[in-house]
């Protein structure tokens, strides 16, 4: 079975940054995707961010320019890079993979807040 172990999450103020990682137990093949989802409370869960195995991303409009996602192909790792974080940007950041065949692999979360 495979886990995604997520880390980096906490407490920031306004303005600062938060560097998220996520890695993958073991080698996972067939990747199509890997990127970061995030959940606040009392809304859906929403993409935030992608990137492809070619390198390709992929941003949610509301981090455009902000973050900055990136992957370790070698290690199954990918990261998140959060720049001039915003108090609307609170919420449980989910690590995903989207493989070619089989279900999405999901981590367990990570808390991200950020305080005015």
């Known amino acids: 079975q495979v886990q995604l172990v997520e880390s980096g999450g906490g407490l920031v103020q306004a303005g600062g940054s938060l560097r998220l990682s996520c890695a993958a137990s073991?080698?996972?093949?067939?990747?199509?995707?890997m990127g970061w989802y995030r959940q606040a409370p009392g809304k859906q869960r929403e993409l935030v961010a992608t990137?492809?195995?070619?390198?390709?991303?992929s941003y949610a409009d509301s981090v455009k320019g902000r973050f900055t996602v990136s992957r370790d192909n070698a290690k199954t790792t990918v990261f998140l890079q959060m720049n001039s974080l915003k108090p609307e940007d609170t919420a449980v950041y989910y690590c995903?993979?989207?493989?070619?065949?089989?279900?999405?692999?999901w981590g367990q979360g990570t808390q991200v807040t950020v305080s005015s």
């Open positions: 995903n993979i989207k493989r070619a065949y089989g279900p999405d692999y």
């Open positions: 990137i492809t195995s070619g390198g390709s991303t």
């Open positions: 073991r080698n996972i093949l067939s990747i199509k995707t």
